[in-house]
């Protein structure tokens, strides 16, 4: 139905940026939220942020002043801008969409993509 595809992962050295993208394609009319999670080896996967409705955006703590999420809706694709990459940022991070239900109010399903590495280096 749909899929999403993240791109822009890579090696970067603490203190740089890099700048993450994905793009959602399917069956799509229209997405309520689009964002960005991330998961270490052998942790939970987490929160980076998210970009809702009206471009209400929710950051993690840890990359709050740092990273930027942005939405294209025009392009169903969803952007976030590293700066000032630590170490600790090294993850695989995913892409996410929350996609409403055609018929049933409230109902959404959530899209995963495959995910992105990023390495930063010290």
């Not at 740092?66 to 995913?94: C, G, H, I, W």
């Not at 409230?106 to 010290?122: D, F, K, L, M, N």
Request: net charge positive.
């Amino acid at each position: 139905q749909v899929q999403l595809v993240e791109s822009g992962g890579g090696l970067v050295q603490a203190g740089g940026s890099l700048r993450l993208s994905c793009a959602a394609s399917g069956s799509i009319t229209s997405i309520n939220g689009m964002g960005w999670y991330r998961q270490h080896p052998g942790k939970q996967r987490e929160l980076v942020a998210i970009a809702s409705d009206g471009e209400m955006t929710t950051y993690a703590d840890s990359v709050k002043g740092r990273f930027t999420v942005s939405r294209d809706n025009a392009k169903n694709s969803v952007y976030l801008q590293m700066n000032s990459l630590k170490p600790e940022d090294t993850a695989v991070y995913y892409c996410i969409a929350d996609v409403p239900h055609a018929h049933v109010a409230g109902v959404r399903t959530r899209y995963w993509g495959q995910g992105t590495q990023v390495t930063v280096s010290s």
